[in-house]
Protein backbone atom coordinates (compact mmCIF):
# COMPACT_ATOMS: atom_id res chain seq x y z
CA UNK A 1 0.00 0.00 0.00
CA UNK A 2 1.68 3.95 -0.79
CA UNK A 3 2.90 5.43 2.00
CA UNK A 4 -0.36 7.43 3.76
CA UNK A 5 -0.23 11.20 5.90
CA UNK A 6 -2.04 13.09 7.66
CA UNK A 7 -2.63 16.47 7.27
CA UNK A 8 -3.20 19.38 9.56
CA UNK A 9 -5.32 22.76 9.31
CA UNK A 10 -3.59 25.49 11.45
CA UNK A 11 -5.91 28.70 10.98
CA UNK A 12 -3.81 31.21 13.05
CA UNK A 13 -4.42 34.94 13.92
CA UNK A 14 -2.08 36.05 11.79
CA UNK A 15 -2.24 33.32 9.01
CA UNK A 16 -3.18 30.11 7.92
CA UNK A 17 -1.34 27.43 7.24
CA UNK A 18 -1.39 23.76 6.24
CA UNK A 19 1.38 20.96 6.88
CA UNK A 20 1.36 17.41 5.53
CA UNK A 21 2.91 14.75 8.35
CA UNK A 22 4.13 11.35 7.72
CA UNK A 23 4.03 8.41 10.05
CA UNK A 24 7.04 9.31 12.19
CA UNK A 25 5.17 13.00 12.70
CA UNK A 26 7.48 14.94 10.60
CA UNK A 27 6.75 17.54 8.11
CA UNK A 28 7.15 16.49 4.47
CA UNK A 29 5.09 19.98 3.21
CA UNK A 30 3.83 23.22 3.97
CA UNK A 31 1.68 26.09 2.93
CA UNK A 32 1.33 29.47 4.76
CA UNK A 33 -0.68 32.42 3.67
CA UNK A 34 -1.03 35.45 6.09
CA UNK A 35 -4.25 37.12 6.12
CA UNK A 36 -4.97 40.82 6.64
CA UNK A 37 -5.73 42.13 10.46
CA UNK A 38 -8.68 44.79 10.27
CA UNK A 39 -8.36 47.08 12.88
CA UNK A 40 -11.23 49.74 12.25
CA UNK A 41 -10.85 51.55 15.88
CA UNK A 42 -8.28 50.97 18.60
CA UNK A 43 -9.01 47.81 20.60
CA UNK A 44 -10.68 46.45 17.55
CA UNK A 45 -9.48 43.52 15.61
CA UNK A 46 -11.59 41.56 12.74
CA UNK A 47 -10.88 39.00 10.01
CA UNK A 48 -12.30 38.84 6.87
CA UNK A 49 -13.47 35.23 7.40
CA UNK A 50 -14.13 34.57 4.07
CA UNK A 51 -10.61 35.41 2.85
CA UNK A 52 -9.35 33.11 5.72
CA UNK A 53 -11.58 30.01 3.88
CA UNK A 54 -9.87 30.74 0.37
CA UNK A 55 -6.05 30.96 2.00
CA UNK A 56 -6.86 28.02 3.41
CA UNK A 57 -8.04 26.39 0.11
CA UNK A 58 -4.65 27.59 -1.27
CA UNK A 59 -2.23 26.56 1.44
CA UNK A 60 -3.93 23.52 1.19
CA UNK A 61 -2.92 22.81 -2.82
CA UNK A 62 0.36 24.30 -1.59
CA UNK A 63 1.21 21.94 0.93
CA UNK A 64 0.20 18.82 -0.99
CA UNK A 65 2.03 19.99 -3.84
CA UNK A 66 5.35 20.59 -1.43
CA UNK A 67 4.18 17.31 -0.35
CA UNK A 68 4.41 15.94 -3.93
CA UNK A 69 1.29 13.60 -2.32
CA UNK A 70 -2.36 14.04 -3.55
CA UNK A 71 -5.63 13.99 -1.31
CA UNK A 72 -6.15 10.15 -2.31
CA UNK A 73 -2.92 10.08 0.11
CA UNK A 74 -4.47 11.13 3.53
CA UNK A 75 -5.53 9.21 6.06
CA UNK A 76 -7.11 12.38 7.40
CA UNK A 77 -7.38 16.10 8.16
CA UNK A 78 -6.88 17.39 11.51
CA UNK A 79 -7.77 21.58 12.21
CA UNK A 80 -6.77 23.59 14.99
CA UNK A 81 -7.21 27.22 15.02
CA UNK A 82 -6.68 30.69 17.09
CA UNK A 83 -9.15 30.24 19.95
CA UNK A 84 -12.57 32.46 20.89
CA UNK A 85 -12.33 34.50 17.75
CA UNK A 86 -16.23 34.16 16.33
CA UNK A 87 -18.16 34.18 13.22
CA UNK A 88 -21.65 34.76 12.87
CA UNK A 89 -22.99 33.54 9.49
CA UNK A 90 -26.46 32.60 7.30
CA UNK A 91 -26.41 28.79 7.03
CA UNK A 92 -28.47 29.35 4.27
CA UNK A 93 -26.39 31.22 1.74
CA UNK A 94 -22.79 30.90 4.11
CA UNK A 95 -22.31 34.94 4.00
CA UNK A 96 -20.81 35.73 7.19
CA UNK A 97 -23.00 38.77 8.66
CA UNK A 98 -20.06 40.70 9.99
CA UNK A 99 -16.56 39.91 10.32
CA UNK A 100 -14.86 37.43 12.52
CA UNK A 101 -13.92 39.39 16.06
CA UNK A 102 -10.27 38.61 16.90
CA UNK A 103 -9.96 37.15 20.56
CA UNK A 104 -8.01 40.51 21.17
CA UNK A 105 -10.69 42.42 20.90
CA UNK A 106 -11.48 44.65 23.41
CA UNK A 107 -15.02 46.00 22.45
CA UNK A 108 -16.99 44.12 24.50
CA UNK A 109 -15.95 45.70 27.69
CA UNK A 110 -19.28 47.41 28.74
CA UNK A 111 -21.09 44.05 27.56
CA UNK A 112 -18.98 42.39 30.11
CA UNK A 113 -19.60 44.72 32.67
CA UNK A 114 -23.35 44.43 32.15
CA UNK A 115 -23.23 40.89 32.51
CA UNK A 116 -21.48 40.88 35.46
CA UNK A 117 -23.36 43.00 37.08
CA UNK A 118 -23.62 42.66 41.09
CA UNK A 119 -21.85 39.55 40.84
CA UNK A 120 -18.61 40.26 39.17
CA UNK A 121 -15.94 39.09 36.97
CA UNK A 122 -16.34 35.70 38.31
CA UNK A 123 -20.14 35.35 37.81
CA UNK A 124 -20.22 32.27 35.71
CA UNK A 125 -16.39 31.19 36.94
CA UNK A 126 -17.84 28.00 38.72
CA UNK A 127 -19.97 26.36 35.72
CA UNK A 128 -17.49 27.75 32.90
CA UNK A 129 -14.11 28.14 34.38
CA UNK A 130 -13.84 31.31 32.87
CA UNK A 131 -13.86 34.86 34.43
CA UNK A 132 -15.68 37.47 32.33
CA UNK A 133 -13.27 39.20 29.86
CA UNK A 134 -13.28 40.73 26.26
CA UNK A 135 -11.42 37.89 25.57
CA UNK A 136 -14.28 34.53 24.85
CA UNK A 137 -16.90 34.06 22.33
CA UNK A 138 -20.46 34.70 23.91
CA UNK A 139 -20.07 38.29 24.91
CA UNK A 140 -18.85 38.77 20.62
CA UNK A 141 -21.91 37.08 19.47
CA UNK A 142 -24.20 39.47 21.63
CA UNK A 143 -22.02 42.24 20.07
CA UNK A 144 -23.11 41.10 16.73
CA UNK A 145 -26.66 40.27 17.56
CA UNK A 146 -26.95 43.71 19.01
CA UNK A 147 -25.41 45.92 16.62
CA UNK A 148 -25.85 44.12 13.71
CA UNK A 149 -29.03 45.56 11.40
CA UNK A 150 -31.58 42.59 11.28
CA UNK A 151 -28.98 40.11 13.17
CA UNK A 152 -31.17 39.08 15.85
CA UNK A 153 -34.31 38.22 13.87
CA UNK A 154 -32.52 36.10 11.62
CA UNK A 155 -30.79 34.38 14.66
CA UNK A 156 -33.91 34.02 15.80
CA UNK A 157 -35.76 32.67 13.19
CA UNK A 158 -32.87 30.35 12.80
CA UNK A 159 -30.82 31.57 9.74
CA UNK A 160 -27.74 32.24 11.57
CA UNK A 161 -25.53 30.43 12.79
CA UNK A 162 -21.91 30.77 15.08
CA UNK A 163 -18.60 29.35 15.39
CA UNK A 164 -15.26 29.99 16.21
CA UNK A 165 -12.82 28.97 12.92
CA UNK A 166 -12.41 25.58 14.05
CA UNK A 167 -16.56 25.67 13.30
CA UNK A 168 -16.06 27.54 9.96
CA UNK A 169 -13.56 25.63 8.90
CA UNK A 170 -15.21 22.13 9.51
CA UNK A 171 -18.38 23.61 7.95
CA UNK A 172 -16.39 24.92 4.82
CA UNK A 173 -14.87 21.27 4.50
CA UNK A 174 -17.20 19.30 4.75
CA UNK A 175 -19.83 20.64 2.22
CA UNK A 176 -20.76 24.76 3.47
CA UNK A 177 -24.58 25.12 2.23
CA UNK A 178 -24.30 21.74 1.05
CA UNK A 179 -24.56 19.59 4.27
CA UNK A 180 -21.73 20.95 6.09
CA UNK A 181 -21.04 20.00 9.53
CA UNK A 182 -21.74 22.45 11.96
CA UNK A 183 -19.54 21.33 15.11
CA UNK A 184 -16.75 22.36 17.34
CA UNK A 185 -15.23 20.19 19.81
CA UNK A 186 -14.96 20.59 23.48
CA UNK A 187 -11.58 22.70 23.79
CA UNK A 188 -12.91 25.29 21.86
CA UNK A 189 -16.28 24.98 23.30
CA UNK A 190 -14.20 25.76 26.55
CA UNK A 191 -13.86 28.86 25.75
CA UNK A 192 -17.21 30.21 25.21
CA UNK A 193 -18.08 31.24 28.27
CA UNK A 194 -21.55 29.15 27.04
CA UNK A 195 -19.85 25.53 28.01
CA UNK A 196 -20.80 23.71 31.36
CA UNK A 197 -17.51 21.56 31.87
CA UNK A 198 -18.60 19.27 33.79
CA UNK A 199 -21.70 18.09 31.76
CA UNK A 200 -19.65 19.18 28.03
CA UNK A 201 -22.96 20.87 26.97
CA UNK A 202 -24.20 24.31 25.87
CA UNK A 203 -25.66 25.93 29.70
CA UNK A 204 -28.96 27.27 28.26
CA UNK A 205 -28.90 30.01 31.17
CA UNK A 206 -25.92 31.44 30.31
CA UNK A 207 -26.83 31.90 26.44
CA UNK A 208 -30.20 33.46 27.74
CA UNK A 209 -28.18 35.78 29.71
CA UNK A 210 -26.34 36.88 26.45
CA UNK A 211 -29.64 36.31 24.20
CA UNK A 212 -28.10 33.80 22.23
CA UNK A 213 -30.83 31.90 21.00
CA UNK A 214 -29.12 27.61 21.40
CA UNK A 215 -29.85 27.06 17.54
CA UNK A 216 -27.16 29.15 16.59
CA UNK A 217 -24.63 27.07 18.84
CA UNK A 218 -23.21 23.82 16.78
CA UNK A 219 -22.77 20.60 18.06
CA UNK A 220 -20.51 19.68 20.56
CA UNK A 221 -18.08 16.54 19.92
CA UNK A 222 -14.98 15.12 21.04
CA UNK A 223 -11.27 16.39 19.82
CA UNK A 224 -10.56 12.94 17.89
CA UNK A 225 -13.47 11.54 16.57
CA UNK A 226 -14.65 11.50 12.05
CA UNK A 227 -16.97 14.36 11.85
CA UNK A 228 -17.16 14.25 8.82
CA UNK A 229 -15.79 13.78 4.98
CA UNK A 230 -14.13 16.39 2.58
CA UNK A 231 -17.05 17.41 -0.04
CA UNK A 232 -15.60 21.20 -2.05
CA UNK A 233 -15.17 18.52 -5.51
CA UNK A 234 -11.13 18.54 -5.55
CA UNK A 235 -10.56 19.81 -2.29
CA UNK A 236 -9.36 16.76 0.02
CA UNK A 237 -12.58 15.47 -1.55
CA UNK A 238 -13.72 12.35 0.62
CA UNK A 239 -10.88 12.65 3.85
CA UNK A 240 -11.98 12.23 6.82
CA UNK A 241 -12.22 14.89 8.44
CA UNK A 242 -11.31 14.26 12.39
CA UNK A 243 -9.23 16.16 14.53
CA UNK A 244 -10.64 19.26 16.35
CA UNK A 245 -8.59 21.20 18.71
CA UNK A 246 -7.97 24.85 19.66
CA UNK A 247 -4.64 25.96 18.97
CA UNK A 248 -3.33 25.49 22.50
CA UNK A 249 -4.76 22.64 23.71
CA UNK A 250 -3.64 21.22 20.37
CA UNK A 251 0.32 22.14 20.97
CA UNK A 252 -0.10 20.50 24.72
CA UNK A 253 -1.32 17.44 22.66
CA UNK A 254 1.73 17.80 20.11
CA UNK A 255 4.30 17.94 23.14
CA UNK A 256 2.52 14.63 24.40
CA UNK A 257 1.64 16.14 28.21
CA UNK A 258 -0.55 13.74 28.95
CA UNK A 259 0.33 13.25 32.25
CA UNK A 260 -1.11 15.42 34.84
CA UNK A 261 1.19 18.21 36.00
CA UNK A 262 3.15 18.17 32.57
CA UNK A 263 2.75 21.63 31.17
CA UNK A 264 4.14 23.53 27.89
CA UNK A 265 4.51 26.70 26.83
CA UNK A 266 3.79 28.60 23.25
CA UNK A 267 5.25 31.47 22.11
CA UNK A 268 3.49 33.01 19.76
CA UNK A 269 1.27 36.20 19.27
CA UNK A 270 0.60 36.18 22.53
CA UNK A 271 2.04 33.69 25.20
CA UNK A 272 -0.10 30.33 26.50
CA UNK A 273 0.88 28.04 29.70
CA UNK A 274 -1.24 24.62 29.97
CA UNK A 275 -0.81 21.91 32.50
CA UNK A 276 -2.80 18.71 32.20
CA UNK A 277 -4.66 18.25 35.26
CA UNK A 278 -6.27 14.64 34.48
CA UNK A 279 -9.34 13.78 35.06
CA UNK A 280 -9.90 16.50 37.44
CA UNK A 281 -11.41 20.16 37.50
CA UNK A 282 -8.93 22.25 39.63
CA UNK A 283 -10.59 25.95 40.08
CA UNK A 284 -8.36 28.40 39.89
CA UNK A 285 -7.52 30.83 43.04
CA UNK A 286 -4.46 32.57 41.21
CA UNK A 287 -6.20 34.03 38.00
CA UNK A 288 -5.71 31.20 35.83
CA UNK A 289 -8.61 29.82 33.34
CA UNK A 290 -9.82 26.14 33.82
CA UNK A 291 -10.38 24.94 30.55
CA UNK A 292 -10.63 21.31 28.32
CA UNK A 293 -7.15 20.16 27.66
CA UNK A 294 -8.77 17.36 25.00
CA UNK A 295 -10.69 14.68 24.80
CA UNK A 296 -10.47 11.28 22.80
CA UNK A 297 -13.54 10.08 20.92
CA UNK A 298 -15.30 8.17 24.51
CA UNK A 299 -13.00 8.36 26.34
CA UNK A 300 -13.33 10.73 29.63
CA UNK A 301 -12.31 14.16 29.23
CA UNK A 302 -8.68 15.54 30.28
CA UNK A 303 -8.63 19.37 31.86
CA UNK A 304 -6.18 21.47 32.09
CA UNK A 305 -5.26 24.81 34.14
CA UNK A 306 -4.34 27.80 31.91
CA UNK A 307 -2.31 31.15 31.92
CA UNK A 308 -2.99 33.23 29.01
CA UNK A 309 -0.84 36.48 28.33
CA UNK A 310 -1.94 38.73 25.43
CA UNK A 311 1.20 40.02 24.03
CA UNK A 312 4.24 38.28 23.28
CA UNK A 313 5.45 37.86 19.94
CA UNK A 314 3.33 40.51 19.11
CA UNK A 315 5.32 43.15 21.05
CA UNK A 316 7.92 42.55 18.18
CA UNK A 317 6.28 43.04 15.86
CA UNK A 318 5.00 46.31 17.26
CA UNK A 319 8.71 47.47 18.01
CA UNK A 320 8.67 46.49 13.80
CA UNK A 321 5.79 48.04 12.47
CA UNK A 322 4.89 51.04 15.38
CA UNK A 323 8.26 52.11 16.25
CA UNK A 324 10.43 50.81 12.87
CA UNK A 325 13.39 50.13 15.68
CA UNK A 326 14.38 46.56 13.85
CA UNK A 327 13.14 45.60 10.29
CA UNK A 328 12.55 41.98 11.18
CA UNK A 329 11.04 39.87 14.01
CA UNK A 330 14.26 37.69 14.59
CA UNK A 331 16.54 41.22 14.58
CA UNK A 332 15.35 42.36 18.01
CA UNK A 333 18.26 39.53 19.24
CA UNK A 334 21.04 41.24 17.82
CA UNK A 335 19.04 44.63 18.63
CA UNK A 336 18.62 43.80 22.35
CA UNK A 337 21.47 44.71 24.70
CA UNK A 338 22.90 42.72 27.50
CA UNK A 339 20.83 43.95 30.07
CA UNK A 340 17.69 45.87 30.36
CA UNK A 341 19.64 49.37 31.16
CA UNK A 342 16.56 49.49 34.26
CA UNK A 343 13.51 49.94 32.09
CA UNK A 344 10.54 47.60 32.16
CA UNK A 345 7.59 46.69 29.63
CA UNK A 346 4.66 45.79 30.31
CA UNK A 347 3.11 45.48 26.90
CA UNK A 348 -0.92 45.84 28.49
CA UNK A 349 -2.37 46.94 25.16
CA UNK A 350 -5.58 45.37 25.58
CA UNK A 351 -5.31 45.20 29.40
CA UNK A 352 -4.04 42.17 31.34
CA UNK A 353 -4.67 38.63 30.48
CA UNK A 354 -3.59 35.98 33.32
CA UNK A 355 -3.28 36.48 36.08
CA UNK A 356 -4.92 39.58 36.93
CA UNK A 357 -7.69 40.24 34.22
CA UNK A 358 -7.58 43.78 34.22
CA UNK A 359 -10.07 45.15 31.17
CA UNK A 360 -8.47 48.76 32.68
CA UNK A 361 -4.86 48.29 32.61
CA UNK A 362 -2.72 49.60 29.09
CA UNK A 363 0.65 49.49 28.66
CA UNK A 364 3.59 51.33 30.15
CA UNK A 365 7.27 51.67 30.03
CA UNK A 366 8.72 52.53 33.36
CA UNK A 367 12.27 53.28 34.72
CA UNK A 368 13.32 55.37 31.93
CA UNK A 369 16.33 57.30 32.28
CA UNK A 370 18.71 59.50 29.87
CA UNK A 371 20.51 56.25 29.58
CA UNK A 372 18.39 54.24 28.05
CA UNK A 373 18.43 53.50 23.66
CA UNK A 374 16.51 51.57 21.68
CA UNK A 375 18.52 48.58 22.45
CA UNK A 376 17.15 48.52 25.70
CA UNK A 377 13.69 48.83 24.21
CA UNK A 378 14.22 45.86 22.44
CA UNK A 379 15.91 43.69 25.87
CA UNK A 380 12.55 44.90 27.86
CA UNK A 381 10.10 43.70 24.89
CA UNK A 382 12.14 40.35 25.33
CA UNK A 383 12.17 40.17 29.04
CA UNK A 384 7.87 41.11 29.36
CA UNK A 385 7.50 38.09 28.03
CA UNK A 386 9.48 36.14 30.29
CA UNK A 387 8.34 37.39 33.27
CA UNK A 388 4.85 37.57 32.22
CA UNK A 389 5.54 33.54 31.62
CA UNK A 390 6.76 33.16 35.59
CA UNK A 391 3.64 34.91 36.77
CA UNK A 392 1.70 32.29 35.35
CA UNK A 393 4.00 29.48 36.03
CA UNK A 394 3.91 30.74 39.99
CA UNK A 395 0.33 30.70 39.83
CA UNK A 396 0.41 27.10 37.95
CA UNK A 397 2.25 26.10 41.16
CA UNK A 398 -0.03 27.58 43.67
CA UNK A 399 -3.09 25.85 42.03
CA UNK A 400 -1.87 22.77 41.20
CA UNK A 401 0.26 22.14 43.86
CA UNK A 402 2.66 20.59 41.69
CA UNK A 403 5.91 22.13 41.12
CA UNK A 404 7.29 22.11 37.63
CA UNK A 405 10.59 20.11 36.89
CA UNK A 406 11.33 21.45 33.48
CA UNK A 407 9.02 23.96 30.95
CA UNK A 408 8.25 22.91 27.38
CA UNK A 409 8.24 24.86 25.20
CA UNK A 410 7.31 25.56 21.23
CA UNK A 411 6.11 28.80 18.54
CA UNK A 412 7.93 31.16 16.96
CA UNK A 413 9.78 33.34 19.77
CA UNK A 414 11.62 30.03 20.80
CA UNK A 415 14.17 31.03 18.04
CA UNK A 416 15.16 33.66 20.32
CA UNK A 417 18.47 31.80 21.93
CA UNK A 418 18.37 35.46 24.40
CA UNK A 419 14.31 34.96 25.55
CA UNK A 420 14.96 31.13 26.04
CA UNK A 421 18.26 31.70 28.45
CA UNK A 422 16.42 34.54 30.26
CA UNK A 423 13.46 32.50 30.43
CA UNK A 424 15.29 29.71 32.05
CA UNK A 425 16.68 32.09 34.32
CA UNK A 426 13.62 33.48 35.44
CA UNK A 427 11.42 30.29 36.22
CA UNK A 428 14.76 28.24 37.28
CA UNK A 429 14.11 25.15 36.06
CA UNK A 430 15.01 23.66 32.27
CA UNK A 431 13.73 25.15 29.36
CA UNK A 432 13.24 22.46 26.57
CA UNK A 433 12.28 22.78 22.65
CA UNK A 434 11.16 19.53 20.97
CA UNK A 435 12.10 18.65 17.20
CA UNK A 436 8.88 19.41 15.44
CA UNK A 437 8.35 23.14 17.06
CA UNK A 438 5.09 22.85 14.61
CA UNK A 439 3.29 21.29 17.70
CA UNK A 440 -0.04 23.06 16.96
CA UNK A 441 -0.39 21.44 13.46
CA UNK A 442 1.45 18.48 15.15
CA UNK A 443 -1.27 17.88 17.73
CA UNK A 444 -4.25 18.40 15.43
CA UNK A 445 -2.49 15.84 13.06
CA UNK A 446 -2.03 13.54 15.72
CA UNK A 447 -6.01 13.75 16.82
CA UNK A 448 -6.82 13.02 13.70
CA UNK A 449 -4.76 10.42 12.59
CA UNK A 450 -5.61 7.91 16.11
CA UNK A 451 -9.42 8.58 15.42
CA UNK A 452 -8.78 6.70 12.08
CA UNK A 453 -6.53 4.40 13.29
CA UNK A 454 -3.45 5.82 11.41
CA UNK A 455 -2.03 6.12 15.05
CA UNK A 456 -3.18 3.71 17.75
CA UNK A 457 -3.33 6.27 20.83
CA UNK A 458 -1.10 8.40 22.97
CA UNK A 459 2.03 6.40 23.09
CA UNK A 460 2.62 7.20 19.40
CA UNK A 461 3.16 10.79 20.37
CA UNK A 462 5.22 9.45 23.11
CA UNK A 463 7.14 8.03 21.34
CA UNK A 464 7.52 10.12 18.33
CA UNK A 465 8.66 13.28 20.32
CA UNK A 466 11.84 14.21 20.57
CA UNK A 467 13.96 16.67 22.52
CA UNK A 468 16.39 19.62 20.13
CA UNK A 469 17.87 22.10 22.14
CA UNK A 470 17.63 22.52 26.19
CA UNK A 471 18.71 25.73 28.26
CA UNK A 472 19.70 25.57 31.74
CA UNK A 473 19.23 28.20 34.68
CA UNK A 474 22.54 30.17 34.94
CA UNK A 475 21.79 33.41 36.50
CA UNK A 476 22.12 33.86 40.49
CA UNK A 477 19.07 34.02 42.76
CA UNK A 478 19.36 37.58 43.83
CA UNK A 479 19.54 39.10 40.24
CA UNK A 480 16.71 37.03 39.45
CA UNK A 481 14.69 37.83 42.12
CA UNK A 482 15.70 41.53 42.12
CA UNK A 483 15.06 41.68 38.09
CA UNK A 484 11.18 40.27 39.19
CA UNK A 485 10.73 41.95 41.82
CA UNK A 486 10.99 45.37 39.81
CA UNK A 487 9.19 43.67 36.94
CA UNK A 488 5.77 43.65 39.86
CA UNK A 489 6.22 46.78 40.69
CA UNK A 490 6.10 47.73 37.17
CA UNK A 491 3.25 46.25 36.39
CA UNK A 492 1.24 47.91 38.94
CA UNK A 493 1.99 51.25 37.54
CA UNK A 494 -0.19 50.15 34.35
CA UNK A 495 -3.31 49.32 36.08
CA UNK A 496 -6.60 51.49 36.62
CA UNK A 497 -5.50 53.72 33.78
CA UNK A 498 -9.00 53.53 31.51
CA UNK A 499 -11.48 55.70 32.79
CA UNK A 500 -14.83 54.93 31.67
CA UNK A 501 -14.81 58.29 29.75
CA UNK A 502 -11.78 58.00 27.40
CA UNK A 503 -12.91 57.34 24.12
CA UNK A 504 -10.39 54.59 22.51
P1 LIG B 1 1.23 32.66 15.74
O1 LIG B 1 1.03 31.19 15.53
O2 LIG B 1 0.59 33.21 16.97
O3 LIG B 1 0.95 33.50 14.53
P2 LIG B 1 4.13 32.05 15.64
O4 LIG B 1 4.35 30.88 16.53
O5 LIG B 1 4.23 31.88 14.18
O6 LIG B 1 2.81 32.85 16.05
O7 LIG B 1 5.20 33.15 16.08
C1 LIG B 1 5.24 34.37 15.47
C2 LIG B 1 5.56 35.44 16.50
O8 LIG B 1 6.88 35.24 16.98
C3 LIG B 1 5.50 36.82 15.89
O9 LIG B 1 4.74 37.64 16.76
C4 LIG B 1 6.95 37.28 15.85
O10 LIG B 1 7.05 38.66 16.18
C5 LIG B 1 7.65 36.43 16.88
N1 LIG B 1 9.00 36.04 16.48
C6 LIG B 1 9.38 35.32 15.41
N2 LIG B 1 10.70 35.13 15.39
C7 LIG B 1 11.20 35.75 16.48
C8 LIG B 1 12.51 35.93 17.05
N3 LIG B 1 13.59 35.39 16.48
N4 LIG B 1 12.61 36.65 18.20
C9 LIG B 1 11.52 37.15 18.80
N5 LIG B 1 10.27 37.02 18.32
C10 LIG B 1 10.11 36.34 17.19
Not at 19 to 44: D, T
Not at 147 to 175: F, H, K, Q, S, Y
Not at 321 to 326: A, K, M, N, S
Request: net charge negative; glycine share 10%; hydrophobic share 40%.
Amino acid sequence: MAEKYVLAIDQGTTSSRAIVFNHEGRIVGSGQKEHEQIMPRAGWVEHDAIEIWQNIREVVAVALADAQVNSDSLAAVGVTNQRETTLVWDKNTGEPVYNAIVWQDTRTGKIIEQLGGDEGQDKYKARVGLPLATYFCGPKVKWILDNVEGARARAEAGDLVMGTMDTWVIWNLTGGVDGGKHVTDVTNASRTMLMDLKTLSWDPEIAADMGIPLSMLPEIKSSSEVYGYGRPAGLLYDVPIAGDLGDQQAATFGQAAFEPGMAKNTYGTGCFMIMNTGEEIVPSKNGLLTTVCYKIGDNKPIYALEGSIALAGSLVQWLRDQLGIISSAPEVESLAADDNGGIYFVPAFSGLFAPYWRSDARGAIVGMTRFVDKSHFARAALEATAYQTREVLDAMEADSGVTLAELKVDGGMTMNETLMQFQADQVGVPVIRPVVAETTALGAAYAAGIAVGYWDGEQDVIDNWAEAKRWEPKMEDGERDRLYRQWKKAVTRTLDWVDDDVKE
